[in-house]
T-cell receptor
Framework: AQRVTQPEKLLSVFKGAPVELKCNYS??????LFWYVQYSRQRLQLLLR??SRESIKGFTADLNKGETSFHLKKPFAQEEDSAMYYC???????????FGGGTRVLVKP | GAVVSQHPSWVICKSGTSVKIECRSL??????MFWYRQFPKQSLMLMAT?????????EQGVEKDKFLINHASLTLSTLTVTSAHPEDSSFYIC??????????????FGDGTRLSIL
């Protein structure tokens, strides 16, 4: 079975401080990992996918297969980064996503 | 690009009514559509996966006769909550995914539908 764990329900940081959202997964094969973001009153949007290896809005995430992690990082948080962030995984069984519980990020001025 | 439109955004109806929610991919062909349910302050729970032209695959514990899914075209899927009761009140979200060559595109999500059953 595939499972995604986001241990922090809430992360509160000051503007300009680094922020790291933890994501751990369990999956027996080679998964594809994603980060989705949901800003207030908006739809869920794709932020990052691990195969793209790109930085979006200053965020990066590296897949660590040894630690089965896909932590999301940003060196300098901005107020507009305040949102709900979901880590998700898809495996070999089609395109089915398994979501973590989500982490709410609050960036204080 | 990759816009998914979900309608209606909010519906309130009486117990026993059937409610239909539409999910459309506006600018791409969605070979697969997904239906999720989200309870307050919780994550998204997958209800079912539907591929165009075939029967939906339901997750364990989801009643297929209660939640009817139709995916008749590459741009439209519908979820019908039959004989809805207050416990069916929830936030329902659809997503759609097309193909990138032989691979699947990431899922793109609709705005969700808030269903309130009185």
């Amino acid at each position: 079975a595939q499972r995604v764990t986001q241990p922090e329900k809430l992360l509160s940081v000051f503007k300009g401080a680094p922020v790291e959202l933890k994501c751990n997964y369990s999956y027996s094969g080679s998964p594809e990992l994603f980060w989705y973001v949901q800003y207030s009153r908006q739809r869920l949007q794709l932020l990052l996918r691990h195969i793209s290896r790109e930085s979006i809005k200053g965020f990066t995430a590296d897949l660590n297969k040894g630690e089965t992690s896909f932590h999301l990082k940003k060196p300098f948080a901005q107020e507009e980064d305040s949102a709900m962030y979901y880590c998700a995984l898809t495996g070999a069984a089609g395109n089915k996503l398994t979501f973590g519980g989500g982490t709410r990020v609050l960036v204080k001025p | 690009g990759a816009v998914v439109s979900q309608h209606p955004s909010w519906v309130i109806c009486k117990s026993g009514t059937s409610v239909k929610i539409e999910c459309r991919s506006l600018d791409f062909q969605a070979t697969t559509m997904f239906w999720y349910r989200q309870f307050p302050k919780q994550s998204l729970m997958l209800m079912a996966t539907s591929n165009e032209g075939s029967k939906a695959t339901y997750e364990q514990g989801v009643e297929k006769d209660k939640f009817l899914i139709n995916h008749a075209s590459l741009t439209l899927s519908t979820l019908t909550v039959t004989s809805a009761h207050p416990e069916d009140s929830s936030f329902y979200i659809c997503s759609a995914s097309g193909k990138e060559g032989l691979s699947n595109q990431p899922q793109h999500f609709g705005d969700g539908t808030r269903l309130s059953i009185l």
